[in-house]
């Protein structure tokens, strides 16, 4: 404060005198609360401590939340529709890190980092699949153009005889439909033209390469994923679901290998089986039947059909033992395979694995078959030891 030429105190300007009326006590108001905000901070709290909290009772902020509730949920419900087909990759992609990951930390567990395992892994996939598709490629394109080529020729065949087929062929006019499918004419052409299969073919190849980059990030933070996801648990329910969650990881990664080795074993054997009975496409059908045969209780029913049906082509005799053998494999898989691969990883009952895996292959189509298993498993062990123990009590 400065004093005037007559001694007396100079006084601050009223704050009616100028345009800056209010100005000054809003800026020391400010200032102060700099010099608070300045004081409070700390080594251990940066940012002070919190505020009270809102009146949660409050009309109008229950009111507030509700609605805001709403409209959260409606974008969340628009949002996730939008984002379906990245969404099915991205689980996708997490399904198989889930599914690669014990392979991984058995070893990291011999001394190998992390990312060495990882790397181990993704190359040994990749050569694994790069060769197969080097040596299928080329005969299966071989076999799949003679089998185009030559099935309105088994058509017309069939159609020849008083059989059902011929009946129903007669009645809708089925060998010229398929000829009009086949050949790009029609309004809903299953070629759909060059430009249709070109766009078919690019967005396969990213779906592709977009699964198997987010599967090598997930399976390398894999160990963070599960710690970041711990740590939205409350404390005191950490550990008994880091045990819970532990355990249906495991159940999931024995699914997806031992679910991929019984594949692979289902189309060796119906290639040998086809060769020896001298049945035409064998390579064709066998990786038909071992993609099929990813998906439970149903593929293997599909790929058996189909396989028979071909080898009706070559002899009733022929078609009834690839029936016999359908069958016998499907008894050896259910019973000798499964058990001894997968073990008790998978502990679901048959009508549960069924109606799983259609309400599965409904929702999401062949990934979402592909996933039931796993999913209804963890589902029965949550119901087990969460769902059933407090009901028990109450």
């Known amino acids: 404060m400065s004093a005037s030429p007559g001694g007396t105190p100079a006084t601050k300007p009223s704050a009616a005198t100028g345009p800056d009326h209010g100005a000054a006590p809003a800026e020391g108001s400010v200032e102060r609360a700099v ?5 409070t901070s700390s080594q251990d709290r940066p940012f002070g401590r919190p505020g009270q909290p809102f009146n949660r009772r409050s009309p109008f902020f229950i009111g507030m939340m509700a609605a805001a509730g709403v409209a959260v949920t409606y974008g969340l419900i628009l949002l996730l529709s939008a ?3 990245v969404l099915v990759l991205i689980g996708l992609a997490l399904f198989l890190a889930i599914g690669l990951d014990p392979a991984v930390s058995r070893l990291t567990r011999r001394g190998l980092p992390r990312w060495a395992a990882v790397l181990i892994m993704i190359v040994l996939l990749l050569a694994l699949v790069g060769g197969f598709l080097a040596l299928a490629i080329p005969a299966v394109m071989e076999q799949g153009t003679q089998f185009a080529n030559a099935f309105p020729g088994y058509l017309r065949g069939a159609t020849r005889s008083h059989s059902l087929i011929g009946q129903l062929s007669g009645r809708f006019d ?9 050949s790009g004419k029609s309004e809903f052409s299953m070629v759909g033209g060059l430009l249709g299969a070109g766009k078919v073919v690019l967005s396969a190849a990213g779906s592709t390469l977009i699964v198997l980059v987010l599967t090598i990030y997930f399976l390398a933070g894999m160990p963070r994923i599960k710690a970041t996801v711990y740590r939205c648990v409350p404390n005191s329910r950490r550990p008994r679901v880091i045990l819970i969650s532990d355990d249906i ?3 999931v990664g024995h699914f997806v290998l031992g679910n991929l080795l019984i594949s692979l074993i289902a189309g060796a054997a119906t290639f040998v089986w086809l060769e020896v009975v001298q049945v035409p496409y064998a390579l064709l059908l066998a990786l038909f039947v071992a993609i099929m045969d990813l998906v439970p209780v149903v593929g293997s029913v599909i790929g058996g059909v189909v396989i028979s049906l071909v080898a009706l082509t070559v002899s009733l005799p022929i078609a009834l033992g690839t029936v016999a053998f359908a069958l016998v494999y499907r008894a050896v ?12 990883a998978v502990e679901v009952p048959g009508v549960v694995t ?4 259609t309400v599965g292959a409904t929702l999401l189509g062949m990934i979402g078959a592909l996933i039931a298993i796993p999913v209804a498993a963890a589902l029965r062990l949550l119901l087990h030891e969460v769902a059933f123990p407090r009901l028990d009590r109450s």
Do not use: H, Q
């Open 83 to 85: 984002a379906s087909d």
């Open 249 to 251: 990881l495991t159940k």
């Open 174 to 182: 089925l060998e010229a439909n398929f000829a009009r499918l086949t």
């Open 354 to 357: 069924l109606i799983a895996v």
């Open 333 to 344: 898989e259910d019973y000798l395979l499964v058990p001894r691969i997968m073990g008790k």
């Open 35 to 39: 010099e608070t905000a300045a004081a």
